[in-house]
């Protein structure tokens, strides 16, 4: 360690300008504080070498971890993916589903007007198939001149002339 009169001699300048003075060796201060600091940074060494492996390791943790983490995000993006696709078929189905029941049951009611309507048709039949019959035989038996080709209307296109006109 350096005794007081180095310590000293550290601060007295040499060859300031003035008068003459003994003859002295300019005062290199960066290298007489780099030989004090030397031993106690040789004391720091082996803590930054340990310093500098810890961050060697935390940095191939996090490497490591940020690896792990995008291995499991595109875990999860793929589940995530197929979890979609099952529920656009399952929707899809419960649409297909739901748009037969809407057609059958449309198909039911459409059956269901057309009986009434077969229905209707047959008790009504009757009535007017002897409504018709009745006024076809009423036209049949109308004296000529009653009858709408008679009185001067042209007869029906493609019907064979009448044999008592004439």
């Known amino acids: 360690m350096a005794s007081a009169r180095d310590l000293l001699e550290r601060f007295r300048p040499a060859g300031t300008p003035g008068a003459a003075a003994p003859a002295g060796v300019p005062y290199d201060r960066g290298a007489a504080l780099e ?11 082996p803590t930054e070498e340990r310093c500098a492996a810890r961050v060697h390791e935390a940095v191939a943790s996090a490497e490591q ?13 793929a589940g995530a993916r197929l979890q979609a696709e099952v529920a656009r078929a399952e929707a899809a189905e419960a649409l297909q589903r739901r748009s037969d029941e809407e057609a059958a049951a449309e198909m039911g ?6 009986g009434e309507v077969r229905a209707r048709a047959r008790h009504r039949l009757p009535e007017l ?7 076809t035989r009423a036209a049949l038996s109308a004296p000529r001149q009653d009858r709408p080709d008679a009185a001067g209307a042209a007869p029906l296109p493609g019907a064979a002339p009448d044999p008592g006109s004439g």
């Open 129 to 135: 198939t002897a409504r018709v019959l009745a006024a």
């Open 109 to 114: 009611r459409a059956a269901q007007a057309a």
């Open 65 to 77: 971890i940020r690896a792990d983490a995008v291995a499991r995000g595109a875990a999860l993006l």
């Open 35 to 45: 030989d004090e600091l030397r031993p106690v940074l040789a004391l720091l060494s």
